[in-house]
């Protein structure tokens, strides 16, 4: 029996140990999860590290583990039995060294690189933790730490030659504060080189390395049109569309909000058509103002005491006949403010862009039948009836609501919510065309206002404009655009004006195919690349896991 087992050991598979090694098995042994091969070398000589010579003295002879490929899911040690040499280069001063191979064993390793190229691509597809985790399961169980030295001990360079077209923009660090730079090859889609961060002259010393460029394409970043003219002035510049369209939307946005009162005329007149006829509407039909507030200081609750009493104090001032800036003087506000004071009736609460439309449910929530409910569930019962604000608000509310007493308690029917427009809403419709308008109300609403306002129907040709300049890829239409948005009085003269400052990069955005897409999606790569790493993804690792995955 013993023989057979010993003959079965002597019998093992050519093809479990590497071809290319001067490797010879002798025995294999199992224990629970793990296989042992013990193996000897048969080189007939070794050379030295130091002078290079070779040698056929042997001087000793020591074991090596070496951990390999896992078969049938056990974990595999090559047991190596290996030798040490003599040196008998005179001049060389090392006289022993051990036995060198030319592949597949390193110095100082205790892996083959085989097993090594293994875990290398495991670290780039999962970063160190989820590396460490999954090669346990493999059979090549090692620490977070050992994933990340993988990494390091790889020589990657970035390519030395580019195709002539690249895009530029930038990555965080840590959002808002540190930011890098990355290089992609749109032609080839893959990422050149990462720089540490992303100032002007950074990039001018790397463009400077690569004369090859002819073009790149950029975001609006003033440091990178500096950057690119400085390092490669021969090369054409290109604004990146969507950050082009990007601007466009927030000057469009900023519109909006600049316009503040007439959208509420539009918003009132939306909801209650009958209320541009009726000059006293509220007077003659009361039973129709189902939104009515009982209590009115709920809609002056947000007043705080020490600006009700400066608002008194400067009208108590100002009727004893103090100046403007002496009660500016006295009461430490600006000027502005006081003249306001002056010119006001009353106080009145401030208009936040946090303010919600709750008023509108007052009436509903103080009614005999929610007095027992908690906030909870009489804020779930409003969100479905279309209250727009978050419930730390309307908790906020509420209490300062229960504290006025005593209430008026009337039974009034559900409230109907007024519909309301957002700027940022009303900026992307102005995008969109009619046939991509789903809703029927913002139809309305758009005809509502292009009526009242022809102005704002002046913006939206001048948006859509805009847009079908990069469709019809036209020299001198961006010259023709800009011109029309200077004269007209749609609020986007200087949006016009700054594309004068960058007319060149995005004239060539206009009539070229060449786009920054490619460039956002490796900056997304970029940063999935960081979450995987669990804050261990320095400037010198990262760079390496993106050029490796690269190339």
Excluded at 101 to 127: Q, T, V, W
Excluded at 189 to 212: C, F, N, Y
Excluded at 370 to 398: A, D, P, S
Excluded at 497 to 522: C, F, H, M
């Amino acid at each position: 029996m013993c023989n057979l087992l010993l003959y079965f050991y002597v019998m093992i598979p050519h093809f479990i140990l590497p071809s290319n090694l001067q490797l010879k098995a002798h025995t294999i042994y199992s224990s629970p999860g793990e296989l042992c091969i013990n193996t000897c070398a048969y080189q007939k000589y070794s050379v030295c590290p130091i002078c290079k010579k070779k040698s056929i003295r042997i001087h000793s002879r020591y074991f090596r583990t070496l951990l390999d490929l896992p078969i049938s899911g056990h974990i595999t040690k090559v047991k190596l039995r290996a030798r040490k040499y003599f040196c008998d280069n005179i001049a060389c001063p090392r006289k022993i060294f051990t036995e060198r191979f030319h592949c597949e064993i390193k110095p100082y390793y205790r892996r083959l690189m085989r097993s090594n190229d293994l875990l290398f691509k495991m670290a780039l597809e999962l970063g160190g933790n989820k590396g460490a985790s999954i090669s346990g399961y493999v059979g090549l169980p090692v620490s977070p730490s050992t994933i990340l030295r993988v990494i390091k001990r790889v020589n990657i360079q970035p390519n030395s030659l580019t195709s002539g077209v690249i895009g530029v923009d930038d990555w965080a660090f840590k959002k808002g504060r540190t930011y890098g730079t990355v290089i992609v090859d749109l032609k080839r889609k893959e990422v050149i080189d990462l720089l540490p961060d992303r100032e002007s002259g950074t990039l001018a010393e790397w463009l400077k390395k690569h004369p090859e460029i002819k073009t790149v394409s950029r975001d609006r970043y003033g440091p990178y049109a500096l950057g690119i003219k400085a390092g490669a002035p021969q090369a054409n510049q290109v604004a990146d569309r969507f950050h082009l369209l990007l601007n466009l939307g927030e000057a469009t946005k900023r519109i909006f909000q600049s316009k503040g009162k007439e959208l509420r005329e539009i918003f009132k007149l939306y909801n209650d058509p009958k209320s541009e006829r009726s000059t006293s509407a509220e007077t003659e039909q009361p039973a129709k103002r189902v939104l009515e507030i009982v209590e009115p200081n709920i809609s002056t609750a947000n007043i705080s005491v020490a600006r009700k009493y400066l608002f008194d104090k400067v009208k108590e001032l100002h009727g004893n006949g103090i100046t403007l800036r002496q009660i500016a003087r006295i009461t430490k506000l600006a000027r502005g403010t006081v003249r306001r004071y002056v010119l006001m009736d009353s106080l009145t609460k401030r208009q936040s862009r946090s303010s919600t439309n709750l008023d509108a449910f007052i009436n509903f929530l103080l009614m005999e039948e929610n007095r027992g409910k908690t906030y909870r569930e009489l804020h779930e019962t409003i969100v479905q009836m279309g209250f727009n604000g978050k419930y730390t608000q309307f908790c906020h509310k509420m209490n300062e609501v229960y504290q006025m007493q005593p209430f008026t308690r009337t039974k009034t029917v559900t409230p109907i919510v007024a519909k309301t427009w957002s700027p940022a809403r009303l900026s992307l419709m102005l995008y969109m065309e009619l046939e991509q308008i789903k809703g029927n109300d913002d139809k309305e609403f758009l005809k509502l206002l292009f009526d009242k306002f022809p102005q704002i129907k002046q913006l939206e040709q001048q948006v859509k404009g805009f847009k079908r300049l990069f469709q019809s890829k036209q020299d001198g239409l961006l010259k023709n655009w800009i011109d029309e948005a200077i004269k007209s009085e749609c609020g986007l003269k200087n949006f016009a004006k700054n594309l004068i400052k960058d007319y060149q990069a995005v004239n060539n955005a206009v009539i070229t195919s060449i786009s920054n897409g490619q460039v956002e999606g490796q900056v997304n790569r970029i940063k999935n690349i960081k979450r995987k790493m669990y804050g261990k993804a320095g400037f010198e690792l990262l760079i390496k896991m993106v050029l490796a995955k690269s190339a």
